[in-house]
């Protein structure tokens, strides 16, 4: 199978099967509203040839689920009219564009909401990603929090559907608050919400619910990861049969799309391709979106062939060079991905 056929699944019909993988910029307004360059900048992601485009995460409420600094949002009408620009744009240039809607949890840098929550009281090990402080000590999140917090959700995902987004997903990965209530070694709740692995996967479950009943039959992704930013050695106490029993009830619930992250998609330790592998077999008919790694259009193919994916995605190779795809295509050369990149403007001219 080659990663520049086209893929038609349900509803998604893409023109091939690599998409651009969620990157944070941290370019919004104080008002969470995207950046004026935004459409441009996703824009030139759909120009280059991406089959599908993964927005960075956008924050869902306002009173504790930012994670960065200058993150955009849609927790506001306010923010329709400029993602929708954004979507026009994407769709100018023969692409589909899904929203990535998050909360930040306990990974939030600190100070920077009303509210600190998590799944349980404590702090993140190590510092943050975008300042490098050390986490803040943060919160267990009570029910009723819980009831407003999956409520922003499924408001940011209404959102998105008037905005003309092709899709949502939900970031359940890497430590924040999905993922934080997902895992054993960060969730340490006695109540409904914790405890054995129904009970760990309730929360993301009841999101995933209201997400898909507020957009209908538009498309609803999960974005899972076995690594967290404050853990790389994250294993699920259950093993492959826990991450299947994931899969199948994030395919029950709803989930179109699973999107598996991992470090090294073609590598077997500790969780690449049997990740991907694992989850194929427990929700065989899912799109399967694998990432992690991969630099080449050989990559990508040899990703296919391996895992089962149906697509994969690239977040690094796409940030240095936003017609990645041309560029492999034509044999051009391709802008070496350097750590700190995110940091620059929008709209940088790829060297
Ligand atoms: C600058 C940067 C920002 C990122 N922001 C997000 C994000 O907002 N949401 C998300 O799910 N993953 C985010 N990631 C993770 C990527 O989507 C991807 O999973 C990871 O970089 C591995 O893919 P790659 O090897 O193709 O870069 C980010 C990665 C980078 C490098």
């Known amino acids: 199978m080659s990663a520049l056929q086209p893929l038609r699944h349900g509803r998604i019909a893409l023109r091939n099967r690599i998409a651009v993988a969620a990157m944070s910029r941290m370019q919004g307004g104080e008002d969470g509203a995207p950046s004026p360059d935004a459409a441009a900048y996703y824009a030139r992601y759909a120009q280059g040839g991406a089959g599908l485009v993964l ?9 504790g689920a930012r994670a960065y600094h200058r993150q955009p949002g849609l927790s506001r009408d ?15 240039h023969g692409a589909l ?13 600190p100070g920077l909401n009303r509210l600190h929550l998590a799944a349980s009281d404590g702090a993140a090990a190590g510092t943050t990603w975008q300042t490098g402080r050390p986490n803040a000590p943060a919160r267990a999140a009570t029910t009723a929090e819980l009831d407003e917090i999956a409520e922003g959700f499924a ?5 998105a559907c008037e905005a003309g987004f092709d899709g949502v997903e939900l970031h359940g990965a890497r430590g924040y608050l999905l993922d934080d209530f997902l895992s054993a070694s ?12 129904a009970r760990r996967l309730a929360f993301p479950l009841r999101v995933l619910r209201a997400v898909r009943a507020a957009v209908g039959s538009l498309p609803v992704g999960y974005n899972l990861s076995l690594y967290k930013m404050d853990d790389a050695a994250y294993q699920p106490p259950g093993g492959a049969d826990e991450v299947a029993a994931i899969a199948r009830a994030l395919a029950g619930a709803g989930a179109d799309v699973l999107h598996v992250t991992t470090r090294r998609l073609l590598r077997d330790e500790p969780w690449g391709e049997p990740l991907a592998a ?27 062939a391996r895992t089962g994916c149906d ?17 492999c295509r034509q044999g051009e050369p391709l802008r070496a991905y350097a750590p700190g990149m995110e940091r620059e403007p929008l709209l940088a001219p790829p060297a």
Do not use: I, M, Y
């Open 55 to 63: 927005t960075e995460a956008l924050f869902t409420d306002e009173a």
């Open 97 to 109: 564009v899904f929203a990535q809607l998050q909360h930040g949890g306990r990974l939030a840098e």
């Open 155 to 159: 408001q940011a995902a209404r959102r």
């Open 78 to 92: 306010e923010h329709v009219a400029p993602w929708r620009a954004v979507t026009q744009a994407v769709h100018g």
């Open 186 to 197: 960060t969730n340490r709740r006695q109540d409904d919400w914790g405890g054995d692995l």
């Open 278 to 304: 694992t989850v194929r077999r427990a929700a065989p008919g899912v799109l399967l979106l694998g990432n992690g790694g991969l630099k080449s259009l050989a990559d990508c193919d040899e990703a296919l």
């Open 311 to 327: 697509a994969v995605s690239l977040a690094r190779p796409f940030l240095a060079n936003p017609d990645w795809l041309a560029r």
